[in-house]
Structure formats: structure tokens, C-alpha cells
């Protein structure tokens, strides 16, 4: 096997970490989406890597059991989860490398079951991961998570959605609803549209009202984060992140006083919402001959 710290960063060959703590740092940096396993594994050679990465992967979970870890387990399992994502091509089996991935959470959580990193990986894989899904469970895991994180709550959303399970919020709170990354805002728009489905299919115009004022209240701050992120060197300058964070909170802050009937219809194309959609806000309010651009409020 070579050296774990050689198969991360490079060719030069140098011990390996002998404490959990720089072991867990180095599988960090490795298992990112920055890594150097993620950005290989489009690359020319990526048949070596996958080699590296299945090699590092055992060598973490020989680590785990050395140090009874629930950390190590976690990272190794999320590990093999990433592994089928990333080296496991269209016709490849994702089971096998996806249920090694299962077993070691369900390790970690062996150790320690309130362990909240263990129940996210593992759900996310239950849930994300076709092959082995199994909504259900994924249920009980992530909901008897305390502090449910912005990915979290979007697993939940989804999970509950494939299962039928939709409901609507009537007291949705804009300010604990993660803009940035888009992945939140996106699954809120997709269990809008499976509501509006249903409510179409019985011809019930008044409950779709509510849904779609949603709708638009989601679409002014979609396009308007989305924005920031293209225009607006996100994640790159601190002090212009700063910024902008306050801009974006300032519309969070005032988002009620949005509507279709008041500003206009948002254009569909790159934006939040289809065309699709903006024929459901003319069924129920009407034409308007009014456009509003979110990005304009910043």
C-alpha cells in the first residue's frame, strides 16, 4: 500500500499521520470537492487515482477501528459514498462501494448513535444514492437530528416529497432559510411545484394562492443570491462577501412585502421560476403587464 500522506498530496513519499487528529485533517482535504480525488476524476489518468482513493479509503478504515473513531468511521463511509459518484461510470455497478459506505456509519453510529455527522451521510446516501435508498429510514435518522443544518432540512424535504408527503408551511421563516449555496431554495421550489400539481388536479385555485405567493417570495431571493454568486467574486473577497451577505439579509429582512400582484411577473429562462410557472401566477392572479428583476434590489 503507499504511503497515505504520498497518495494525498504528491509523489514524494513521507510517514504517515500517527494520531487521529492529522489523520482526519488529512481526509478532509482529500474527500473535499476540491481534492485531489474530486478533481481527478475527469482527468486522463483517473484510473490511477481511483486506485489511490480505494487504497486511502482502507487505509481509513483501519485507522477507524485502531482508534475506535466515530469520526474516521464517518469519513470513510462518506468516503465510499463520494467513491461511487466519482469513479463508477454510467454502467458500473454503485451498490457494492455504496453499502461499504453504509456499514461504516452505521459503525460510527454503533460508537456513538448521537454522532449528527454519521446520521447526515448516512441519510444523504439513503436518500440521494437510487441503488440503496430507503426514504423511510433516512426519515428517522435526520429527523431526530436537534439543530437540523440547511442540508438537513433540504434531505428531510425531499425524502418526505418522493414519499408523497407534502405539506406547506404556512409560517415559513425566510430568515433561517439558506440562500447560498442554491441547493435549499431549489428543493423548496420543487415541493411548491408538486403542491401546485395536486392543487391543479383538484381544481382548487384558493390553496394555490398561498403556494405561489411562496413561490415568488423563493424566486426574489433565488435570483437575487444567484446574482451575487456570478457577479459578485462570492467566496472569494471576505470583506466584499461581508457585503454582500448584508444586502441579501436587508431582502430576506422585507421579503413579505414581495408579490406577483404588486411587482410584476419575474421572467422565466435562467431565473427561478419556468414558464410553466408563471402561467400558474396568471391563472390565479391575472395578466400584468409589470416585470420585476430581483437583482435589481441589490
Not at 122 to 138: C, F, P, T
Request: aromatic share 10%; hydrophobic share 35%.
Amino acid at each position: 500500500m503507499i504511503k497515505f500522506v504520498s497518495s494525498l498530496f504528491g509523489s514524494k513519499e513521507c510517514e504517515r499521520p500517527t494520531n487521529e487528529s492529522d489523520i482526519r485533517k488529512y481526509a478532509e482535504n482529500a474527500l473535499s470537492g476540491l481534492g485531489v480525488y474530486a478533481t481527478n476524476s475527469l482527468s486522463d489518468d483517473w484510473p490511477k487515482w481511483e486506485k489511490k482513493m480505494e487504497e486511502d479509503l482502507g487505509y481509513l478504515e483501519v485507522q477507524a477501528q485502531k482508534f475506535s473513531s466515530p469520526h474516521l468511521y464517518t469519513q470513510a463511509g462518506n468516503g465510499w459514498g463520494l467513491f461511487a459518484i466519482w469513479y463508477r461510470r454510467k454502467k458500473d455497478d454503485k451498490t457494492i462501494p455504496l453499502r461499504r459506505g453504509i456499514s461504516l456509519l452505521e459503525r460510527a453510529l454503533g460508537i456513538d448513535p448521537d454522532f449528527e455527522k454519521a446520521k447526515i451521510a448516512l441519510g444523504s446516501i439513503l436518500v440521494e444514492r437510487q441503488q440503496v435508498r430507503d426514504l423511510n429510514r433516512a426519515l428517522l435518522l435526520l429527523n431526530s437530528i436537534q439543530n437540523k443544518s440547511g442540508q438537513t432540512q433540504e434531505l428531510i424535504s425531499k425524502a418526505k416529497r418522493w414519499l408523497g408527503d407534502i405539506d406547506f408551511d404556512q409560517s415559513f421563516d425566510y430568515t433561517n432559510l439558506q440562500l447560498l449555496p442554491l441547493n435549499a431554495l431549489r428543493e423548496e421550489l420543487k415541493k411548491c411545484r408538486a403542491l401546485i400539481r395536486n392543487l391543479i388536479k383538484d381544481k382548487n385555485l384558493d390553496k394555490m394562492r398561498p403556494v405561489l405567493e411562496h413561490m415568488y417570495r423563493l424566486a426574489v431571493l433565488h435570483d437575487a443570491a444567484t446574482y451575487v454568486v456570478l457577479h459578485g467574486d462570492y467566496f472569494i473577497d471576505k470583506n466584499k462577501d461581508r457585503a454582500w451577505d448584508k444586502k441579501l439579509q436587508k431582502i430576506v429582512n422585507s421579503i413579505n412585502k414581495f408579490s406577483y400582484s404588486s411587482n410584476g411577473a419575474i421572467p422565466s429562462g435562467e431565473g427561478y421560476l419556468s414558464k410553466n410557472d408563471n402561467k400558474n401566477f396568471q391563472l390565479v392572479f391575472g395578466e400584468t403587464s409589470k416585470v420585476f428583476l430581483p437583482a435589481k434590489l441589490l
